[in-house]
């Protein structure tokens, strides 16, 4: 079960999420964004055996390796973390002066974990959609493109995070209406309004699941995460 390897999430989503499913996890920065999805891709690969595949475009592995550490994780064997450089790899045939596509490198990067890997790749996360945005030289058609990407993803029978900058009052979605285009959206924001922080997390949307819509506070420590309750307005 997806969510519910996470403890806590149970009340969270009372039924199972089940593949395949393209989720948005959204939020401002500072929202922990990254730390959300690669906890619940942890906890849910450590208890499936499964593999998964975590995509940084905004940094290299070593520093997102860095990062995670610093707040208590430890990689897990069967996720591995890729960047931007690995993509590159997959296309040393194309000159230096063409224009790289991302989005087709990373369908490729994808097609060749699933033949690898067969059933066994059953996870995957982008960090972040406004990455590949900005390294993308053309974005037209960008509605048309996410969908067979979105598409795509679901052909694999994948689990798909997918990670999207948003502001406190903004749409879920950019460039191509990812918002409607996913079967799921997790908001993630931060609440100022009782003296102290408090970051929570928000079930928007979440095709074929019965969940609620509150705000869950939440916090991390020690590499947990731990849920917290409804945040009360």
């Given at each position: 079960m997806l969510f519910h390897a996470v403890p806590g999430m149970e009340k969270v989503f009372r039924t199972d999420v089940k593949k395949p499913k393209v989720v948005l996890i959204t939020g401002p920065p500072g929202a922990m964004k990254t730390t959300f999805c690669y906890t619940v891709m942890t906890y849910y690969l450590k208890k499936s055996g499964e593999f998964g595949l975590y995509t940084t475009l905004e940094e290299s592995v070593e520093s997102h390796?860095?990062?995670?550490?610093s707040l208590g994780f430890h990689l897990t064997k069967n996720l591995q973390i890729s960047d931007i450089s690995d993509l590159r790899e997959l296309d040393m045939l194309?000159?230096?002066?063409?224009?790289v596509d991302y989005l087709q490198l990373l369908e490729k990067m994808l097609a060749t974990f699933k033949n690898q890997m067969g059933d066994k790749f059953s996870f995957f996360a982008l960090d972040s959609l406004g990455?590949?945005?900005s390294i993308m030289e053309d974005a037209k058609n960008m509605r048309k493109r996410m969908f067979y990407f979105f598409r795509t993803l679901r052909s694999y029978n994948l689990y798909s995070f997918v990670v999207m900058e948003r502001s406190l009052s903004g749409e879920s979605h950019l460039l191509g209406n990812e918002g409607f285009l996913a079967d799921g959206i997790i908001h993630l924001g931060i609440d100022r309004s009782r003296g102290k922080l408090v970051r929570y997390f928000q079930v928007e949307k979440m095709r074929t699941s019965?969940?609620?819509m509150e705000k869950i506070a939440f916090e991390f420590r020690n590499g947990q995460m731990k849920i917290l309750g409804p945040l009360f307005e």
């Open positions: 390796l860095a990062n995670m550490e194309l000159e230096e002066e063409e224009e990455a590949l945005y019965d969940h609620s």
